[in-house]
């Protein structure tokens, strides 16, 4: 099918519809900035998606109104055909926790933590236990290499080291969807490429990816790649 | 109950890894409450004392009433009030108070027959003899007296006392500025012959309001009043009330002072707190699991500091005998006593001060961090 904007997906297949998303903000109270304006998606079950474009061109804003972390100002998100903007905060904060795994261009890790228990934030409203917290934390580090980090603070790692561990802790849920916001703008390029990798395993396993990045290469590993500009898909 | 368990834990955590923000909230808390709790404890130990002193007592108190004030009364009474039926002693004293040098003591005169059984000397002898005294070990204390020892009081220099006995230490907290002598002394020391402060008069139970009646009989042209146990103890719970009353005011204002204190502490890294909490909620976290965690950490904190403060409250009467806060509810006592206070820690002032604790961390804490977990985690996470 093609969807608006020129999106790929069967009816379907899709995971997630945007109509008409608008965002905008007000500066000192005077002046509305529009962030993004009138964006319709459709995104596939299981694609990768890359959406690019220069420095406030609204890509950040659009994946955090898609990843439930902001509100639109106008206009709906659908997630399996359901209006997810209308739900509460208590609902969408399940959905996060069920279906959507973070990853973000500054890490946001928690300074006070260790590398485990960072990644093992989320499982502790859930009731896990210590145990199996730990494990699942561990077995995910040792995924991205750094099983010997295991109790490291955030401070104690490089760049790359610290994005590896947010991208464990975007996983600890088994998400549907990732969703990643400048994911290799602050790491080097050998850690780049690791990523993008494992983005792309991710993707190859049925995990929807979503990626808001200036790296062009992503584009060779994306299904489709939108181009932003000025709040608007161009 | 995992989740809950969980959070518990991870709260404290938290507060183990805030160590420095931990010790300063907890220290506000100690700082703010122990004085609070330490008053509470002397004033509930005096009034405890003091009812027991009014239950140990005389039935009934006959004085005469001059001005709407308690009045001498003329001893000429006293043999007409003991043939009254069901009246079982009767007991005539007088208290003053007078100067000893720059000192006020207070000065008890009682027939020796008439001194109870609770009352012992910690050394030498109760008085036997004319211008004998024993006195209380405040007193001793403060003027070096020995037993042999002679002086005179300022209101009848002529007259001169001979010291024979003191009060023990752990005696009635009244007794350390005593002076105890015979009725016919203090009669002579005020220079008030044949009356007496009041009398009091131990009756057979249930007798009291007979006994009101033929007291009636024989005073009807005096103006008296006449006050039961009861009365008493009310007077001094009455007494105590007030006292805790005026000082609990007092405590508000520097309460108030206090929550500012406590608010500035409490907000240490709030901004860090806040970021946190956008990751929490961006994570997964509903916005009530991020309050009870921080509910968590409040009473944690508040459990640690209510108790640390009982726990020097505690060190702060039975180890330095309530210095500067005794004075507030025992008249005529220095800043620094010298004998150990009565103290009683009760569980509601306790339970009171840990709810005051965790009210005030509360407020610190509680409304920025249901502001930081209600917005969108993108703003919390600037």
Redesign the interface.
């Known amino acids: 099918m093609e969807g608006i904007n020129g999106v790929t997906g069967s009816v379907d297949e899709i995971m997630i519809r945007t109509e008409n998303l608008c965002k905008s903000y007000r500066q000192h109270s005077q002046y509305e900035v529009r962030a993004i304006y009138d964006i319709s998606v459709n995104i596939s079950k299981s694609s990768f998606m890359v959406f690019n474009g220069p420095s406030g061109s609204g890509k950040t804003t659009l994946l955090?109104i898609i990843g439930t972390?902001?509100?639109p100002t106008a206009g709906k998100v659908f997630m399996y055909g359901e209006e997810i903007t209308s739900f509460s905060?208590?609902a969408l904060?399940?959905l996060?926790?069920?279906k959507i795994g973070?990853i973000?261009q500054d890490f946001?890790?928690?300074?006070?933590l260790t590398s485990w228990e960072n990644v093992a934030?989320?499982l502790?409203?859930?009731?896990?236990?210590?145990t199996e917290r730990f494990e699942r934390a561990k077995f995910l580090l040792e995924k991205m290499g750094l099983g010997d980090r295991l109790e490291h603070a955030p401070e104690e790692l490089s760049g790359g080291q610290q994005q590896r561990v947010a991208i464990a802790?975007a996983l600890i849920?088994n998400p549907e969807i990732i969703i990643a916001d400048e994911p290799t703008s602050n790491i080097d390029d050998e850690t780049s490429a690791h990523v993008r990798q494992f983005l792309g395993e991710l993707n190859a396993r049925g995990v929807t990816i979503l990626v808001a990045t200036h790296d062009t290469l992503f584009e060779k590993i994306a299904d489709v790649t939108f181009k932003m500009k000025n709040g608007r898909i161009v | 109950m995992n989740k809950h368990f969980n959070l518990l834990f991870l709260a404290t955590e938290n507060l183990l890894r805030h160590r420095t923000k931990t010790i300063v909230v907890c220290l506000c808390i100690v700082a703010i409450l122990t004085p609070f709790i330490t008053a509470i404890a002397i004033s509930e130990g005096v009034r405890e004392k003091s009812l027991i002193s009014v239950n140990a007592g005389a039935d009934l108190y006959l004085t005469f009433d001059e001005f709407g004030r308690n009045a001498a009364v003329p001893l000429k009474y006293l043999d007409e009030i003991k043939k009254i039926f069901g009246v079982t002693k009767v007991t005539p004293r007088i208290i003053g108070r007078g100067f000893l040098q720059n000192k006020l003591a207070v000065i008890v005169g009682l027939n020796k027959e008439d001194i109870p059984e609770s009352i012992s000397c910690i050394s030498g002898r109760m008085f036997e003899n004319a211008n004998e005294v024993v006195v209380g070990h405040e007193l001793a204390r403060h003027f070096h007296l020995n037993i042999g020892d002679q002086f005179s009081m300022r209101c009848q220099q002529r007259k001169t006392f001979t010291v024979v006995g003191f009060f023990s230490s752990d005696s009635s907290i009244w007794g350390s500025s005593l002076i105890f002598m015979s009725f016919r002394d203090a009669g002579e020391l005020f220079g008030k012959q044949d009356v007496s402060t009041d009398i009091q008069i131990y009756s057979l139970p249930g007798h009291n309001s007979e006994i009101a009646t033929d007291l009636y009989d024989i005073l009807q042209n005096e103006p008296y009043r006449l006050q039961d146990k009861h009365m008493i103890g009310l007077y001094v719970k009455k007494g105590f009330m007030l006292k805790e009353g005026v000082f609990s005011a007092l405590y508000l204002v520097a309460f108030a002072l206090g929550v500012p204190a406590i608010l500035v502490a409490a907000g240490f890294g709030l901004s860090e707190r806040k970021k946190e909490i956008g990751i929490m909620k961006a994570t997964g976290w509903q916005t009530l699991e991020v309050l009870e965690l921080i509910s968590f950490e409040q009473l944690l904190i508040s459990l640690m500091g209510a108790t640390i403060a009982i726990l020097l409250s505690i060190l702060w009467v039975k180890g330095f005998r309530g210095v500067f806060i005794a004075q507030f509810f025992i008249a005529e006592i220095t800043m620094l006593p010298k004998f150990p206070l009565p103290a009683r820690f009760l569980p509601l002032p306790c339970l009171l001060s840990f709810f005051l604790a965790f009210l005030m961390t509360m407020v610190g804490s509680v409304y920025s961090s249901w502001r930081a977990s209600t917005v969108s985690p993108v703003v919390s996470m600037k």
């Open positions: 955090n972390l902001d509100r905060d208590i904060a399940r996060r926790r069920e973070f973000f946001h890790l928690i300074p006070r934030y989320p502790i409203p859930l009731g896990a236990g210590f802790r849920n």
